[in-house]
Nanobody
């Protein structure tokens, strides 16, 4: 089993920056991809960004491309999401997710490990 714990959420002003962290523990060698998803009230969970420790490639949703940056520290089994130029529409609960079957995927269905989520609130 793999446990994922997100930290770093909170209240941020529009235009400011925030960094989320996701610490993985357990059988992390079996995790191919680590991603970030978010879910706003009344909306479906949506893909934000994804990376993998093996190849280091990164992928972003169009809505965050150029503003958010994902990075991973294999030694710490931690993935970060640097959020810059935050917008009110970025407000959501952000979830870290791990996939044991896919190196690359933007579909929540392909992720079998999930963190508890961390709230990001944006004031305008």
């Amino acid at each position: 089993q793999v446990q994922l714990v997100e930290t770093g959420g909170g209240l941020v002003q529009a235009g400011d920056s925030l960094t989320l962290s996701c610490a993985a523990s357990g059988r992390t060698l079996g995790v191919y991809a680590l991603g970030w998803f978010r879910q706003a009230p009344g909306k479906e969970r949506e893909f934000v960004s994804q990376t993998n420790f093996n190849f280091g490639d990164t992928y972003y949703a169009d809505s965050v491309k150029g503003r958010f940056s994902i990075s991973g520290d294999r030694a710490k089994n931690t993935v970060y999401l640097q959020m810059n130029s935050v917008k009110p529409e970025d407000a959501a609960v952000y979830y870290c997710a791990g996939s044991s079957t896919h190196y690359r995927s933007s579909s929540p269905r392909d992720y079998d490990y999930w963190g508890q989520g961390t709230q990001v609130t944006v004031s305008s």
